[in-house]
């Protein structure tokens, strides 16, 4: 499966922003799909992720309550809705899958990453 992330920008606290992962290649509905971000001089992180049905989610704990990660299946699309962002969020996300055969787990190892989008978060 081939990923693509897009929805990124400038977006003041406060604000909201939606970004989209958007699949090709493979049916989405085979796989579990998380976001990560990756800040400016700091390791890349775990944001949130969603099984295959969309019915279980995991969330980071610094995102929590601020964000909600979805999905359309229809249109091979995850999305990752970011309410009340801080400019710590500001960073590159990425999305990336695996297949549902592997279980849903929070510490979920993806194996196919799709390039990122830049969210910068305005004080």
């Known amino acids: 499966v081939q990923l693509q992330a897009s929805g990124g920008g400038l977006v003041q606290a406060g604000g909201s922003l939606r970004l989209s992962c958007t699949a090709s290649?493979?049916?989405?509905?085979?796989?579990?799909t998380g976001w990560f971000r990756q800040a400016p001089g700091k390791e890349r992180e775990f944001v949130a992720s969603?099984?295959?049905?969309?019915?279980?989610?995991f969330y980071a704990d610094t995102v929590k309550g601020r964000f909600t990660i979805s999905r359309d299946n229809a249109k091979n699309t995850v999305y990752l809705q970011m309410n009340s962002p801080k400019p710590e969020d500001t960073a590159v996300y990425s999305c990336a899958s695996r297949l549902a055969s592997a279980g849903f787990s929070y510490g979920l190892k993806y194996t196919a990453w799709g390039h990122g989008t830049l969210v910068t978060v305005s004080s």
């Open positions: 969603i099984n295959w049905s969309g019915r279980n989610t």
């Open positions: 290649g493979r049916t989405f509905d085979s796989y579990s």
